[in-house]
């Protein structure tokens, strides 16, 4: 046991941007928490880093608002400066600058340019990005009512949100109906499977229809804090503290043992909890719970959760390759914005790819290297990368006359984790580096080839062993039905209840499709859940005496 035998209102597990939000709030409304992190610092996947006086973001390279991150941080009274964070999108030599709504016609103009055969194709897609614009002015139009007191709030109940409700219901309705996944839906509208792929090889096998073609929308609001990333989480940390929460790094959880509402961590501590926030991944939750003391009602229903989520996939990963050049920002600035979408063929993936990958993985102890690392050669070749550049956000995370590169694409757990068994998997990530550098340097940065000071990389496997989350997913679980949780918006009240009353589960695993807004959301909901049932037990305590 801890040694003040204490008993906390409540305990949160997992300091990433869910956890957080948790300790945040409970801690300001009076509660004594207790936040346990595994890691030496907070954030999980909102981090900053530094190596060489270069800051690097590790997660997440910008900030969505979606009416969430900004009333959230108004409530609690923090301030975090940011500034816009524009995005540059480019294929071959094309590259489009966008700065306002008009730049979904330069979009348009662009692909025309590419791919004059297809006028149709283009036509119908961005009627479809138009239409999904729309909506997303719908969706992120009003500051989340989570995030004020509506009681209080008389005004926005009657001028904004009750006004608002009947068109978000509408499109809630209308976005249901794109739940599908992009790939497909794609296919009914899109005869050239070039231009397919170019649209939607950037995100996650089977997402939602709606949530990938909705992103030409958020680039427009795409933020960077001043300091980087880890500047978000570190403000939730400062404000938990200040409000006399409890933070414990280091401390990772292996045990919870429901029945007598109790963690156990790594060296043999314990600490009593009226109500747990489990804010981690969600398979090792169910793999570490112990139901032993619990009704049997609650054991029964715990143990069907349990086996549906342990039958289920973490959504898909990334790779991540960090460079730091010996080359000036003015370079870079002449290319792109900071936050750039790079295709540097045409041609796109294709299905090839992702039936060559599945040949691969299903055939791994057979197949040669050699032929690995041609299907490589492909993949970087006609992949899609996401370039991030903090110094042309804040030129104070590079050193001078340096410029710092933060390279990702989407990239199969699996494949890193059968080079891994195989006994290859760092020369595995070398071959890949290179490739990339290779691809990159032909193309947008020729520069690369020989200003490289250093690089460094973190796989699939990097991020499950950092922030333990499985198959290195980092929006929570894969698209693939059925998802383990809630996932409609209408319900997202919900997504934080498990089996057991004592315990709630936030962040990206609580709700599907996640992010960095939903991750908060989510953290808050179970927040309120906690401080509700706390007065409405005082309440009858009160009743009672
Ligand atoms: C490269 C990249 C790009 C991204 N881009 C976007 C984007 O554009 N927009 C967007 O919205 N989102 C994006 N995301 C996703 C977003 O960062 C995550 O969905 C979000 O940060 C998840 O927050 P979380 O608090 O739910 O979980 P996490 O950040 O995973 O936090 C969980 C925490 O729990 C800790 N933990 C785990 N197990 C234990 C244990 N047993 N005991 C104690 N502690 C434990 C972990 O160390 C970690 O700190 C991106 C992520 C990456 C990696």
């Given at each position: 046991?801890?040694?003040?035998?204490?008993?906390?209102?409540?305990?949160?597990?997992?300091?990433?941007?869910?956890?957080?939000t948790s300790a945040a709030y409970l801690a300001s409304a009076g509660r004594t928490v207790l936040l346990v992190e595994k890691n030496k610092e907070c954030g999980g996947l909102v981090n900053t880093l530094v190596r060489d006086g270069?800051?690097?973001?590790?997660?997440?390279?910008?900030?969505?608002?979606?009416?969430?991150?900004?009333?959230?941080?108004?409530?609690?009274?923090?301030?975090?400066?940011?500034?816009?964070?524009?995005?540059?999108?480019?294929?071959?030599?094309?590259?489009?600058?966008?700065?306002?709504?008009?730049?979904?016609?330069?979009?348009?103009?662009?692909?025309?340019?590419?791919?004059?055969?297809?006028?149709?194709?283009?036509?119908?897609?961005?009627?479809?990005?138009?239409?999904?614009?729309?909506?997303?002015?719908?969706?992120?139009?009003?500051?989340?009512?989570?995030?004020?007191?509506?009681?209080?709030?008389?005004?926005?109940?009657?001028?904004?949100?009750?006004?608002?409700?009947?068109?978000?219901?509408?499109?809630?309705?209308?976005?249901?109906?794109?739940?599908?996944?992009?790939?497909?839906?794609?296919?009914?509208?899109?005869?050239?499977?070039?231009?397919?792929?170019?649209?939607?090889?950037?995100?996650?096998?089977?997402?939602?229809?709606?949530?990938?073609?909705?992103?030409?929308?958020?680039?427009?609001?795409?933020?960077?804090?001043?300091?980087?990333?880890?500047?978000?989480?570190?403000?939730?940390?400062?404000?938990?503290?200040?409000?006399?929460?409890?933070?414990?790094?280091?401390?990772?959880?292996?045990?919870?043992?429901?029945?007598?509402?109790?963690?156990?961590?790594?060296?043999?501590?314990?600490?009593?909890?009226?109500?747990?926030?489990?804010?981690?991944?969600?398979?090792?939750?169910?793999?570490?719970?112990?139901?032993?003391?619990?009704?049997?009602?609650?054991?029964?229903?715990?143990?069907?959760?349990?086996?549906?989520?342990?039958?289920?996939?973490?959504?898909?990963?990334?790779?991540?390759?960090?460079?730091?050049?010996?080359?000036?920002?003015?370079?870079?600035?002449?290319?792109?914005?900071?936050?750039?979408?790079?295709?540097?063929?045409?041609?796109?993936?294709?299905?090839?790819?992702?039936?060559?990958?599945?040949?691969?993985?299903?055939?791994?102890?057979?197949?040669?290297?050699?032929?690995?690392?041609?299907?490589?050669?492909?993949?970087?070749?006609?992949?899609?990368?996401?370039?991030?550049?903090?110094?042309?956000?804040?030129?104070?995370?590079?050193?001078?006359?340096?410029?710092?590169?933060?390279?990702?694409?989407?990239?199969?757990?699996?494949?890193?984790?059968?080079?891994?068994?195989?006994?290859?998997?760092?020369?595995?990530?070398?071959?890949?580096?290179?490739?990339?550098?290779?691809?990159?340097?032909?193309?947008?940065?020729?520069?690369?080839?020989?200003?490289?000071?250093?690089?460094?990389?973190?796989?699939?496997?990097?991020?499950?062993?950092?922030?333990?989350?499985?198959?290195?997913?980092?929006?929570?679980?894969?698209?693939?039905?059925?998802?383990?949780?809630?996932?409609?918006?209408?319900?997202?009240?919900?997504?934080?209840?498990?089996?057991?009353?004592?315990?709630?589960?936030?962040?990206?695993?609580?709700?599907?499709?996640?992010?960095?807004?939903?991750?908060?959301?989510?953290?808050?909901?179970?927040?309120?859940?906690?401080?509700?049932?706390?007065?409405?037990?005082?309440?009858?305590?009160?009743?009672?005496?």
């Amino acid at each position: 046991m801890n040694p003040s035998h204490k008993t906390y209102d409540t305990i949160i597990v997992g300091a990433g941007i869910a956890g957080l939000t948790s300790a945040a709030y409970l801690a300001s409304a009076g509660r004594t928490v207790l936040l346990v992190e595994k890691n030496k610092e907070c954030g999980g996947l909102v981090n900053t880093l530094v190596r060489d006086g270069f800051r690097f973001d590790a997660g997440v390279r910008a900030l969505l608002d979606a009416g969430i991150v900004f009333p959230m941080l108004k409530e609690l009274g923090l301030r975090l400066e940011v500034v816009k964070s524009p995005v540059s999108l480019g294929i071959e030599k094309d590259i489009l600058h966008i700065e306002d709504e008009s730049g979904l016609a330069e979009y348009g103009a662009l692909l025309r340019r590419l791919y004059p055969e297809s006028p149709e194709d283009i036509r119908a897609v961005l009627a479809i990005i138009r239409r999904i614009m729309k909506d997303m002015d719908v969706l992120y139009g009003i500051e989340n009512p989570m995030f004020k007191d509506v009681k209080r709030d008389l005004p926005f109940v009657f001028k904004t949100l009750l006004p608002w409700l009947p068109k978000f219901l509408f499109t809630v309705r209308k976005i249901n109906r794109m739940n599908g996944p992009v790939e497909y839906y794609l296919e009914a509208a899109v005869k050239n499977s070039s231009l397919r792929d170019i649209i939607s090889q950037h995100f996650f096998r089977n997402t939602p229809a709606f949530f990938a073609l909705s992103y030409f929308s958020l680039y427009l609001d795409y933020v960077y804090p001043k300091g980087g990333m880890g500047k978000l989480a570190e403000a939730l940390v400062q404000k938990t503290k200040d409000s006399g929460g409890d933070i414990r790094t280091e401390v990772k959880i292996i045990e919870v043992a429901a029945g007598r509402r109790l963690v156990k961590d790594q060296n043999g501590g314990e600490y009593a909890y009226d109500n747990l926030v489990w804010a981690a991944d969600l398979k090792t939750f169910h793999r570490l719970v112990d139901t032993k003391g619990l009704p049997s009602r609650v054991r029964d229903a715990f143990e069907r959760k349990k086996s549906e989520m342990l039958g289920r996939r973490g959504g898909d990963s990334v790779y991540t390759l960090f460079l730091e050049i010996d080359e000036p920002l003015e370079t870079f600035k002449a290319i792109s914005n900071g936050h750039f979408f790079y295709t540097p063929s045409k041609r796109g993936l294709g299905r090839v790819h992702r039936e060559e990958l599945d040949r691969l993985l299903h055939h791994w102890d057979e197949v040669d290297r050699g032929r690995i690392l041609a299907w490589m050669d492909d993949f970087t070749k006609f992949n899609t990368y996401e370039i991030s550049i903090p110094g042309l956000k804040d030129p104070d995370s590079v050193p001078p006359g340096q410029t710092g590169l933060i390279v990702s694409f989407l990239a199969e757990y699996d494949l890193f984790d059968k080079a891994l068994k195989s006994g290859w998997v760092d020369e595995f990530n070398a071959e890949l580096e290179a490739r990339v550098l290779n691809v990159l340097g032909d193309s947008v940065y020729p520069m690369l080839k020989d200003k490289e000071i250093r690089r460094f990389s973190f796989s699939p496997l990097d991020i499950e062993r950092r922030i333990g989350s499985s198959e290195g997913a980092i929006t929570g679980w894969s698209f693939q039905d059925p998802v383990p949780v809630i996932n409609k918006i209408q319900k997202a009240a919900r997504s934080v209840l498990t089996p057991i009353p004592s315990i709630y589960q936030a962040g990206q695993w609580a709700y599907s499709p996640a992010g960095v807004p939903m991750s908060i959301l989510t953290g808050k909901i179970a927040t309120d859940k906690i401080l509700k049932k706390k007065r409405r037990s005082s309440g009858n305590a009160r009743k009672t005496a």
